[in-house]
């Protein structure tokens, strides 16, 4: 527990200190109000006891800069007999309690205890309000090819490790699901798993996702905000498509991996946390590393490990399986079947967009097909491409697709990569390649 004992009685302020410290407790002092601010803008406190009567300036307008700047912490006011109204004042203010003076340790630890388990819960209940904003349904891992069950394998033993672990594969893949079964076999299942696309949020957003920021730190920062890195406090925070992370978030990124601190945006007050940090990407990195658009000293802090998911269309097996899993989810779809015709189709299909594409073209024939067995026809995509002879190329038959999507949509990218199952800039990147560039 983190105690900030503010008393111009330098007796009082030393006993305290003293008392407080030798059952374990980490205890600054200050001798006034003006000193108390500087402290509590700089460290976060658990618990402040304050007193009301000081000079330069009394516990009252500590209290008010306390309330206004959003300064986290219970404070409990010490006071004397002669000053109980402007105790009531400060219980008005958010004050925890007050305790009159003079007064006996065994009477105080108690009220410490009871505020700093109310300053615990707050944190807890905030950070869990986080986590269900962002709550998602990350489904479960289907694997029947020798690949995706060697893969599952080296997961469960790289779990149950700290050290940080990289996912690399294609959009859509599954990489978010490897990461989640990491966590799961880890050390810290119990604790949070919380997942930060940074391809999919622009760049100036990205650093207060990760950080947070303190009230007042941009334009529209209207109350503090927790981030990321805080949210998984104790658990797991992975980091998708992490190739994408601004050159200037991903010295930030290091710093925290390396010293478990950091700042929120606008924030004085040091954090400390502690993150298992998973990454992902669907990127060369050490290409990126040799353009410099990624530090190679964060690359080797982030790849303790290295786990590589094959695409889809290099584990056909998978395919029957994934079909039953997703039709068994959708309790409506469950009379439905796919015809060993309409199995074949997508069995042969190179998927570019991979699981998330796969996933996509099923809900949709599910949904539209009228009876209840699949047929080729049923299903809303264009796979003759598919069943050319063994001699063509798989990459043909995907830059087909992807353009005849890109035509459906109106040549909007964004709905076309939705359809795909792909990220927009894997979509572009595709489509750059096959000299589509407008």
């Given at each position: 527990?983190?105690?900030?004992v503010?008393?111009?009685?330098?007796?009082?302020?030393?006993?305290?200190?003293?008392?407080?410290?030798?059952?374990?407790?980490?205890?600054?002092?200050?001798?006034?109000?003006?000193?108390?601010l500087e402290l509590?803008?700089?460290?976060?406190?658990?618990?402040?006891?304050?007193?009301?009567?000081?000079p330069?300036?009394?516990?009252?307008?500590v209290?008010k800069?306390?309330?206004?700047?959003?300064?986290?912490?219970?404070?409990?006011?010490?006071?004397?007999?002669?000053t109980?109204?402007?105790?009531?004042?400060a219980?008005?203010?958010?004050?925890?309690?007050?305790?009159?003076?003079?007064f006996?340790?065994?009477?105080?630890?108690?009220?410490?205890?009871k505020?700093?388990?109310?300053?615990?819960?707050?944190?807890?209940?905030?950070?869990?309000?986080?986590?269900?904003?962002r709550?998602?349904d990350?489904?479960?891992?289907?694997a029947k090819?020798?690949?995706?069950?060697?893969?599952?394998?080296?997961a469960?033993?790289?779990?149950?490790?700290?050290?940080?672990v990289?996912i690399?594969?294609?959009?859509?893949?599954?990489?978010?699901?490897?990461a989640?079964?990491?966590?799961?076999?880890?050390?810290?299942?119990?604790?949070?798993f919380?997942?930060?696309?940074?391809?999919?949020?622009p760049?100036?957003?990205?650093e207060?996702?990760l950080?947070?920021?303190?009230k007042?730190?941009?334009?529209?920062?209207?109350?503090?905000?927790?981030?990321?890195?805080?949210?998984?406090n104790?658990g797991?925070l992975?980091?998708?498509?992490?190739?994408?992370?601004?050159?200037?978030?991903?010295v930030?990124?290091?710093?925290?991996?390396?010293?478990?601190?950091?700042?929120r945006l606008?924030?004085?007050?040091?954090?400390?946390?502690?993150?298992?940090?998973?990454a992902?990407?669907?990127?060369?990195?050490?290409?990126e590393?040799a353009r410099?658009?990624?530090?190679?000293?964060?690359?080797y802090?982030?790849?303790?490990?290295?786990?590589?998911?094959?695409?889809?269309r290099?584990r056909?097996?998978d395919?029957?399986?994934?079909?039953?899993?997703f039709t068994?989810?959708?309790p409506?779809f469950?009379?439905?079947?796919f015809s060993?015709?309409?199995?074949?189709?997508l069995?042969?299909?190179?998927w570019?967009?991979?699981?998330?594409e796969?996933q996509n073209?099923?809900?949709?024939?599910?949904?539209l097909?009228?009876?209840?067995?699949?047929?080729?026809?049923?299903?809303?995509?264009d796979?003759?491409?598919?069943?050319?002879?063994?001699?063509?190329?798989?990459?043909?038959?995907e830059?087909?697709?992807?353009l005849?999507?890109?035509?459906a949509?109106?040549g909007?990218?964004?709905?076309?990569?939705?359809?795909?199952?792909?990220?927009?800039?894997?979509?572009?990147?595709?489509?750059?390649?096959?000299?589509?560039?407008?």
């Amino acid at each position: 527990m983190k105690i900030l004992v503010v008393d111009d009685e330098k007796n009082l302020r030393q006993v305290l200190a003293i008392e407080l410290s030798a059952d374990g407790d980490e205890v600054d002092t200050a001798e006034d109000g003006v000193k108390a601010l500087e402290l509590l803008e700089k460290k976060e406190y658990d618990v402040v006891l304050l007193d009301l009567n000081m000079p330069r300036m009394g516990g009252i307008d500590v209290l008010k800069k306390i309330e206004a700047l959003e300064i986290p912490g219970e404070v409990i006011v010490l006071t004397a007999n002669t000053t109980i109204t402007a105790a009531v004042e400060a219980m008005k203010l958010g004050a925890y309690d007050y305790l009159t003076k003079p007064f006996r340790l065994e009477e105080l630890a108690p009220i410490i205890e009871k505020a700093f388990e109310k300053k615990k819960l707050r944190s807890e209940n905030l950070i869990l309000k986080t986590q269900i904003e962002r709550q998602q349904d990350n489904g479960y891992i289907v694997a029947k090819s020798p690949a995706m069950l060697e893969l599952l394998a080296t997961a469960g033993k790289i779990a149950a490790s700290d050290y940080p672990v990289m996912i690399t594969g294609e959009s859509g893949a599954g990489k978010e699901l490897i990461a989640s079964s990491i966590h799961a076999g880890s050390k810290r299942p119990d604790k949070p798993f919380v997942a930060l696309n940074c391809g999919a949020i622009p760049e100036n957003m990205i650093e207060s996702e990760l950080f947070g920021y303190e009230k007042g730190a941009f334009t529209g920062a209207q109350a503090r905000k927790l981030g990321l890195l805080e949210v998984a406090n104790k658990g797991t925070l992975f980091l998708d498509e992490i190739g994408d992370m601004p050159p200037a978030l991903q010295v930030k990124l290091l710093r925290v991996i390396e010293t478990g601190t950091f700042f929120r945006l606008g924030g004085t007050r040091e954090q400390k946390v502690d993150v298992r940090i998973v990454a992902a990407t669907n990127k060369d990195l050490k290409a990126e590393i040799a353009r410099g658009s990624f530090r190679q000293d964060l690359y080797y802090r982030i790849s303790s490990f290295v786990v590589h998911i094959m695409p889809l269309r290099d584990r056909p097996e998978d395919i029957p399986a994934l079909i039953a899993y997703f039709t068994e989810r959708s309790p409506e779809f469950r009379h439905k079947r796919f015809s060993k015709e309409a199995l074949a189709m997508l069995s042969r299909y190179p998927w570019p967009g991979n699981v998330r594409e796969l996933q996509n073209v099923l809900h949709r024939a599910l949904l539209l097909s009228k009876n209840d067995i699949i047929e080729p026809s049923d299903l809303p995509l264009d796979l003759c491409g598919a069943q050319q002879s063994g001699s063509a190329r798989l990459e043909d038959v995907e830059r087909e697709h992807i353009l005849k999507i890109l035509k459906a949509s109106g040549g909007q990218r964004n709905r076309a990569a939705e359809t795909l199952g792909i990220d927009p800039k894997t979509l572009y990147r595709k489509l750059v390649g096959y000299g589509v560039n407008e």
